[in-house]
Every structure is written in structure tokens, then in C-alpha cells.
């Protein structure tokens, strides 16, 4: 019978497996109650400066009005909830 420490090493392994394939980061921030669901594209786009790129995507992700994205993206930016 394995050791829980055993157990737990693979299914860390079987999580990372998961991530990959899903193309899951774990590096990115869990969504907030109440926020949409955004993809690793935007964060992506988010972090490096690609402020009109994470426009679009959330606009594209929540059907938000253009002004509606851009404060929500902008609010991100300075760490503020959208």
C-alpha cells in the first residue's frame, strides 16, 4: 500500500497532467464570484501590456460594450475589482 506522501506526489502528477492538456495556468488568478470567466489569452495579454488585445477578448468573452471592457481592463490593470 502506497504512503499518503506517495499518493499525493502522483496525483500532483495527474494534476499537472491535466493542466497541460487543458491548457490550464495555475499561475493565473482564480475569477472572483460574480466576474466572468477569462481565458490565459487574456491574462497573457494583460501582463505584457496588450491593453486593446484584452479589450477584445473580454469584450469577445462577455458581450460587455466596448467602454464596459475598457474600464473593466483598466481596473484590472491597477488591480481593482473590474
Given at each position: 500500500m502506497d504512503s499518503l506522501e506517495e499518493r499525493?506526489?502522483?496525483l500532483e502528477q495527474q494534476v499537472a497532467v491535466l493542466q497541460r492538456r487543458l491548457g490550464v495556468d495555475p499561475a493565473?488568478?482564480?475569477p472572483?464570484?460574480?466576474t466572468p470567466a477569462l481565458s490565459a489569452e487574456f491574462y497573457r495579454a494583460l501582463?505584457?501590456?496588450k491593453t486593446i488585445r484584452a479589450i477584445k477578448i473580454y469584450r469577445?468573452?462577455?458581450g460587455?460594450?466596448?467602454l464596459a471592457a475598457k474600464n473593466a481592463v483598466?481596473?484590472?490593470e491597477r488591480g481593482?475589482?473590474?
Open positions: 499525493i506526489a502522483r493565473l488568478p482564480e472572483r464570484p460574480g501582463e505584457n501590456g469577445e468573452s462577455t460587455a460594450s466596448l483598466e481596473a484590472m481593482a475589482r473590474p
